[in-house]
């Protein structure tokens, strides 16, 4: 079985321009969530989605934005883009939201992102 | 005060060694715990979950200590592929996974 997929593996964008990235949960999977990885850090929880809602929303600003479609797939937008955004970006997905608290995440390969 | 503390390393051991890592949080009311390992480049991949009696699998042991906030993972018999980053992760019973920086590790030969 496939795992999560991600699309594009690589990108290059300048400042204020804009990006989506994509995912493609487990197939079964019904939730997925968005995080962003800087060099040297851990990962940082951006948004959880599930059956198509926002579940969950981290610490970012309102030029990332998120939405999830009938088929569980996902799109992570970024407008006004900053170098400051310039990361890994990664989607994991679970099989449900919340209701077991070790509801295990899969992460795919990650967007990176570059911008100059 | 970050939610997850981790050391981070880098640990560099010699092959057969044996190596902990700590990690504490500071959300006392999280109920479960992950520790994910991460490539060079890649994406973390869940190496363990961290339960109250604790958890071992083959070469790896995680515990969980409530009154000090703390987990920690053991490495024994250490392989040169066990050299990655070791991840500790806060799950705050949202599905919402708190990391910590992560602790590198490099075993040589």
Excluded at chain 1, 10 to 30: A, D, M
Excluded at chain 1, 39 to 44: R, S
Excluded at chain 1, 70 to 97: F, R, W
Excluded at chain 2, 24 to 36: D, E, I, L
């Amino acid at each position: 079985d496939a795992g999560v997929t991600q699309s594009p593996t690589h990108l290059i964008k300048t400042r204020g321009q804009h990006v989506t990235l994509r995912c493609s949960p487990i197939s079964g999977h019904k939730s997925v969530s968005w995080y962003q990885q800087v060099l040297g850090q851990g990962p940082q929880f951006i948004f959880q989605y599930y059956e198509k809602e926002e579940r969950g929303r981290g610490n970012f600003p309102d030029r990332f934005s998120a939405r999830q479609f009938p088929n569980y797939s996902s799109e992570l937008n970024v407008n006004a883009l900053l170098l400051g955004d310039s990361a890994l970006y990664l989607c994991a997905s679970s099989l449900e939201y919340g209701w077991r608290v070790q509801e295990t995440q899969y992460f795919g390969p990650g967007t990176r992102l570059l911008v100059l | 005060r970050k939610e997850v503390e981790q050391d981070p390393g880098p640990f560099n051991v010699p092959e057969g060694a044996t190596v902990a890592f700590n990690c504490t949080y500071s959300n006392s009311a999280s109920q479960s715990f992950f520790w994910y390992r991460q490539d060079c480049r890649k994406e973390p991949k869940l190496l363990m979950s961290v339960y109250s009696s604790g958890n071992e699998d083959g070469r790896f042991t995680a515990q969980l200590n409530r009154a000090s906030q703390y987990i920690s993972l053991l490495i024994r018999d250490s392989k040169l592929s066990d050299s990655a980053t070791y991840l500790c992760v806060e799950n705050l019973n949202t599905d919402k996974l708190i990391f910590g920086t992560g602790t590198r590790l490099q075993v040589f030969p």
